[in-house]
């Protein structure tokens, strides 16, 4: 419909080293994901050749220690590179989203000699991990777990359910949240669990409405053992665990959002300033003018709630609320472009010649991984009025 090639987004990196960072990525995104990424995703082909390349470019592991196989970046430039990867392709942009999540607690509550034996692997080394904390009757209330880790010698046996888990049955390694005591989250421990353990099995991968790419499953540990060396953190520390890493978390799914609503205001502006009507391109008119000002307005917002949300997690200030506003908004924001780009295109945004309607089904589950959007208003209002009375 036009030559017209979307702008590149105008970025303030902190350093050389992050632009030069940068440049790699977009490099690898052109060359290696974005061809490829209409095809794969309607196919539902899982690119796990793309996530060998960034492991063994250094971006798998871009916001940890160094001295482990990480990046040592700043968060503000990790977010960065996540939103270049989703506008290419979601499935790949929110993968290290969820790998990053699932090193979380090893990096930040491991002891030193887990640490030194399992993060380079899982950093630099070309393993793909994945993140259990949901099940089927706890996803929200996530305190209510019941899958269960008993205490037998030196090992613990992990028995139940995760669901709704990226990666299930293609990850090389968990980081499962397990019940060891008390009801209630006092009674959580995390376990860092192989991919390969006898008896952990994944059930058949969801059919979802976008993202067909990434393979979402039931994990079911049948009497999993595992040794106590694989315990992280104390025994009870699992969910303050939990809820560390989903602070971040919730940062890596805005980020993947903006990059999803960047690429729909893409093309809807390539394709509004190559179609003609009336003897003008459409983007004369002043109705999908405004249209495009506003997605771009919102996008904006965006990217700089989540950057704001990132510099204080970087400069060691408190971020939790920071985060949920940034998640909130930014899903929200991706939901509300990607309706508007396939309005722009017309009854074309309704077809799959066009990537505005794939977009658009893969925004609407950003709203809802990593906690629901309802929930991150929970929070945000808990730190404005405190915990709600019962």
């Known amino acids: 419909m036009t030559d017209r090639a979307p702008q590149l987004v105008e970025r303030h990196l902190p350093t050389e080293e992050s632009r030069q ?93 887990q640490r030194t034996a399992h993060l380079p692997a899982m950093l630099s080394g070309g393993l793909l991990g994945a993140y259990c904390l949901s099940e089927p009757s706890s996803g929200s209330d996530a305190a209510s777990l019941r899958t269960k880790a008993v205490r037998d010698g030196d090992d613990w046996v992990i028995t139940g359910t995760k669901a709704w888990i990226t990666h299930g049955g293609i990850a090389d390694f968990y980081t499962v949240l397990a019940r060891t005591g008390v009801e209630g989250p006092r009674g959580i421990t995390a376990f860092l669990v192989p991919g390969d353990a006898e008896g952990l099995n994944a059930a058949v991968p969801e059919k979802k ?55 729909a205001l893409d093309e809807a502006v390539g394709y509004a300033t190559g179609r003609r009507q009336f003897g003008r391109p459409i983007a004369d008119f002043q109705g999908l003018r405004f249209m495009l000002a506003d997605m771009a307005t919102q996008i904006e917002a965006g990217r700089a709630l989540y950057l704001e949300a990132a510099r204080r997690r970087d400069a060691g200030e408190s971020f939790s609320r920071q985060a949920a506003m940034a998640k909130l908004f930014c899903t929200d924001t991706a939901m509300r472009v990607t309706v508007d ?19 658009m089904r893969e925004a609407k589950v950003l709203q809802i991984v990593e906690g629901t959007n309802q929930i991150q208003r929970m929070v945000i209002a808990r730190h404005l009025a405190g915990p709600e009375t019962r």
């Open 21 to 113: 960072l940068v440049a790699l990525v977009r490099d690898i995104v052109s060359k290696e994901i974005a061809p490829r990424t209409a095809e794969e995703e309607e196919a539902g082909t899982f690119p796990r050749e793309v996530f060998t390349l960034l492991s063994g470019s250094g971006l798998l592991g871009l916001p940890y220690d160094s001295a482990y196989g990480g990046g040592d970046q700043p968060y503000e430039v990790y977010l960065q590179v996540l939103e270049e990867l989703a506008a290419a392709r979601l499935t790949v942009g929110l993968g290290v989203s969820v790998h990053s999540l699932a090193c979380h607690a090893l990096a930040g509550y491991g002891t030193e000699e």
């Open 209 to 263: 409405m976008g993202m067909k790419g990434s393979p979402t499953a039931q994990l079911n540990f049948d009497g999993v053992r595992i040794g106590d060396d694989r315990r992280i953190g104390e025994e009870g520390q699992g969910f303050a665990i939990a809820l560390s890493a989903l602070d971040s978390g919730r940062l890596g799914i805005a980020a993947c959002a903006i990059g999803v609503a960047q690429a």
């Open 341 to 359: 780009a396939v309005q722009v295109l017309g009854g074309y945004g309704y077809t799959l010649d066009f990537p505005v309607e794939r977009l």
